[in-house]
């Protein structure tokens, strides 16, 4: 510990949002359906009754937007593109222009500001007619993705910063495959498994479309990792943080270095491994170019009878999600040491807080600021200790669709008032900004007080 507040020269500084989350436009300029938009419309999937139909009505208010991202300070901005948008019926070859326009305006507009794009191809929207045919469960989905990424990067690769293929295939395959919390709300393991394999077997396939057409380019994929703690030490308590460390942490990131599923999860879940044919592992390992890591809370698992050892703590966001910050070192270190993983982004971290807006639309967020502080005070303890954290996306620029909890959870650095569409910088957008400037934490705020 060398006790220094800044982070290391050229550390990238972003925000980030997602597609669906923000655009609205659903049906405008030849866009196709989502299984987002189906989900949403179904009743009683989305609290309130919301969808994104509207959103942020971003897609019209792009370049207001890249302004507020200018004021924010940032050095680079990690948004998705909407599938559906680019191939509305999923047909290989019936691209829409107008939807790549879209895009190209934007990345364009970011460079024009100086701000480096980073793209995620895909962050959920998948066309309803993949999920007509099977979903993710579904092989030829990701042949269809490997087309679809083929497509974009081909138009879009030169311009763009940095490529994510996937956002977070542990949510799409469970909370949307087995669990049914998200679109597209089904509830079979044997497809969440089938489709947490061809989700990563699309990743490779993406990654080759990516290095075929741009060798230079910097590419990887975004995983969310949740801190799993037994709640006592008690055997029954210990192996569940096992498993579910299993199926939430190492499922993803182990096929992706080259070890195949873990084989203690396999035999748990006794899966067959049927949809895993003979050189899928290899092309799920391709190499990456960095990790991209979501970090939010940590779960205490175990229901043994032992008296609890590890005990969750009081704070909670909006969410309901336990701050412990320790968790996003604990993470950053295991994935440079376990996982020999040389560059790493922190693609999202950030709160939802209970925000209360004064006459002006003026939002003092003191605990938000909080939250964002202490996880990257927990990033300089890591960069300390020798792990390559190359940058830093806060989720959210500004308040949006937060999927399945409608517009009720609010993370932005940015207040948006959903009636007049208004748009205002919250107390954690100055302060990060301030961060952003002198790409350190304030004095005070040291990196290991937590
Ligand atoms: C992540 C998602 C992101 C946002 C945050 C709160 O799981 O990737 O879109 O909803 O959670």
Excluded at 254 to 282: R, T
Aim: a negative charge; charged letters at 25%; aromatic letters at 10%.
């Amino acid at each position: 510990m060398n006790g220094d507040r800044r982070f290391p020269e050229g550390f990238v500084w972003g925000v980030a949002t997602a597609a669906y989350q923000i655009e609205g436009a659903v049906r405008e300029d030849g866009r196709g359906e989502s299984i987002w938009d189906r989900f949403s419309h179904t009743p009683g999937k989305i609290l309130n009754g919301d969808t994104g139909d509207i959103a942020c009505d971003h897609y019209h208010r792009w370049e207001t937007d890249l302004d507020l991202l200018v004021e924010l300070g940032v050095d680079a901005y990690r948004f998705s593109i909407a599938w559906p948008r680019i191939l509305p019926t999923a047909r290989i070859g019936e691209v829409n222009e107008a939807g790549l326009g879209f895009y190209e305006r934007l990345v364009d507009g970011l460079l024009d500001r100086g701000i480096k794009p980073y793209a995620t191809l895909y962050h959920w929207d998948l066309p309803q007619t993949l999920e007509d045919n099977g979903g993710w469960a579904n092989r030829e989905t990701a042949y269809a993705f490997a087309d679809y990424a083929f497509t974009t990067v081909e138009r879009l690769g030169e311009r763009v910063a940095g490529w994510m293929t996937m956002n977070e295939p542990w949510v799409v395959s469970v909370l949307g495959y087995e669990r049914g919390q998200i679109a597209p709300g089904r509830t079979s393991l044997t497809d969440s498994l089938a489709a947490s394999h061809h989700l990563l077997l699309a990743h490779g396939l993406a990654m080759h479309a990516i290095r075929d057409l741009n060798p230079d380019s910097d590419a990887g994929i975004v995983l969310n990792f949740t801190a799993q703690h037994a709640r006592s030490d008690h055997p029954d308590d210990v192996a569940m943080e096992r498993f579910r460390d299993g199926t939430n942490n190492r499922w993803f990131i182990e096929p992706i270095v080259g070890m195949g599923y873990p084989a203690d999860v396999v035999a748990d879940l006794g899966w067959d491994l049927d949809p895993v044919l003979p050189g899928d592992l290899e092309i799920i390992a391709t190499p990456i170019d960095f990790l991209g890591v979501n970090y939010y809370t940590r779960e205490i698992v175990g229901e043994s009878d032992a008296t609890p050892t590890v005990v969750k703590d009081p704070k909670v966001t909006d969410m309901g999600w336990e701050v412990y910050p320790e968790g996003i070192y604990e993470f950053l270190r295991r994935l440079h040491r376990d996982y020999g993983m040389s560059k790493l982004y922190v693609t999202e971290n950030g709160a939802a807080m209970p925000d209360v807006a004064d006459a002006h639309g003026l939002v003092d967020d003191p605990d938000r600021i909080e939250y964002i502080r202490r996880h990257l005070a927990q990033g300089l303890r890591a960069i300390d200790d020798g792990v390559p954290l190359a940058g830093w996306f806060v989720w959210s620029m500004m308040d949006n669709f937060e999927w399945a909890s409608g517009y009720g959870k609010r993370f932005g650095l940015i207040r948006v008032d959903y009636e007049n569409q208004k748009r205002t910088i919250k107390s954690s957008g100055r302060w990060l900004a301030d961060v952003i400037r002198s790409n350190g934490l304030p004095a005070g705020e040291q990196p290991n007080v937590l």
